[in-house]
Each structure stands twice: as structure tokens, then as C-alpha cells.
């Protein structure tokens, strides 16, 4: 199964949308699910539901800098160097959907829904919102990054 079909599956099995793509590489990252879910738990609907960073992006990012990230905490390259790549994968996120807001890419106003109450998932839920495509283009534009470096 690929990374981008993890991340839909773990979203539809009730995951938010950092936790989806988290998840979808939990094992590459040696991580459990408990530890992955709770990680990116933080990060769903925009962090909190503030309808800020999309949190496929947030997860997205998780994920690269477990992967890719620096931890030479006194060497100004590889921060910049890093901080180019996490550039990079956002516009291509920005490309693809147009975003890496979550309030923009579910058209809400900026007072809209920012309310801690998660919103049932149903049927009305997965027809209305377009979260699923949104952690499956992160699962995908990560694995085109990482395979790129």
C-alpha cells in the first residue's frame, strides 16, 4: 500500500489530517501508531481547528523533518538548507491545491468554524470537504521529495 493510500485510509478510519499523513509513514519513522496519532494530534483542522496551516501540510512537514531534518542545532547551512526544502514542498503543495491555508482551501470565512468541536464524520462530511485529496496529494508530494534528494 502506497503512503498516499495509508494517509486516505487512516483519514476515513477517523484520523484528522495531520494525524493521516503521520501515520501513513509512522513505520518509516519507527514509530508506533499511539505515538504517531498523538504527535500530530495537535494539528488537525488547521492546529486546534483555527483553520491556520492545513494539517496535511503540518503532517507533512512532521514527517520530512523526522526524515530529512536537521538536529545541528549551531550550523546555519543545514537550517538553511532545510528550510529551502520545507520551502519547496510547500509551494508544491501550494501549486497542486491552491493553499496551504485551511481556511482558504475550505473557503471559510476567518471567523468560520474555528470552534474546538470536531465535525461529525459522515457521509455529508466526506461529500462536502476535501481533506481526503489533501492528505493524499501531501503523502504524494512527499514521496516525489524524497525520492528526489
Same mark, same amino acid.
Do not use: W
Given at each position: 500500500?502506497?503512503?498516499?493510500? =495509508? #494517509?486516505?485510509? $487512516? %483519514?476515513?478510519?477517523?484520523?484528522?489530517?495531520?494525524?493521516?499523513?503521520?501515520? #501513513?509513514?509512522?513505520?518509516?519513522?519507527?514509530?508506533?501508531?499511539?505515538?504517531?496519532?498523538?504527535?500530530?494530534?495537535?494539528?488537525?483542522?488547521?492546529?486546534?481547528?483555527? !483553520?491556520?496551516?492545513?494539517?496535511?501540510?503540518?503532517?507533512?512537514?512532521?514527517? $520530512?523533518?523526522?526524515?530529512?531534518?536537521?538536529?545541528?542545532?549551531?550550523?546555519?547551512?543545514?537550517?538553511?538548507?532545510?528550510?529551502?526544502?520545507?520551502?519547496?514542498?510547500?509551494?508544491?503543495?501550494? #501549486? =497542486?491545491?491552491?493553499?496551504?491555508?485551511?481556511?482558504?482551501?475550505?473557503?471559510?470565512? =476567518?471567523?468560520?468554524?474555528?470552534?474546538?468541536?470536531?465535525?461529525?464524520?459522515?457521509? =455529508?462530511?466526506?461529500?462536502? !470537504?476535501?481533506?481526503?485529496? %489533501?492528505?493524499?496529494?501531501?503523502?504524494?508530494?512527499?514521496?516525489?521529495?524524497?525520492?528526489?534528494?
Amino acid at each position: 500500500m502506497t503512503h498516499e493510500e =495509508k #494517509a486516505l485510509r $487512516y %483519514f476515513t478510519d477517523g484520523a484528522n489530517c495531520a494525524q493521516a499523513v503521520v501515520l #501513513a509513514y509512522a513505520e518509516e519513522l519507527g514509530m508506533d501508531e499511539k505515538t504517531a496519532a498523538r504527535l500530530a494530534s495537535s494539528f488537525g483542522g488547521g492546529i486546534g481547528r483555527l !483553520r491556520e496551516v492545513c494539517g496535511a501540510v503540518s503532517g507533512m512537514m512532521m514527517v $520530512y523533518g523526522l526524515l530529512r531534518g536537521y538536529d545541528d542545532l549551531h550550523d546555519p547551512e543545514a537550517k538553511k538548507a532545510h528550510y529551502a526544502n520545507v520551502q519547496a514542498l510547500a509551494n508544491a503543495f501550494l #501549486a =497542486k491545491n491552491g493553499s496551504i491555508i485551511c481556511r482558504e482551501l475550505l473557503d471559510l470565512h =476567518k471567523d468560520e468554524q474555528t470552534d474546538p468541536v470536531p465535525t461529525p464524520r459522515d457521509a =455529508k462530511f466526506y461529500h462536502a !470537504r476535501p481533506c481526503m485529496g %489533501f492528505v493524499q496529494s501531501a503523502a504524494r508530494l512527499l514521496d516525489e521529495a524524497l525520492k528526489e534528494e
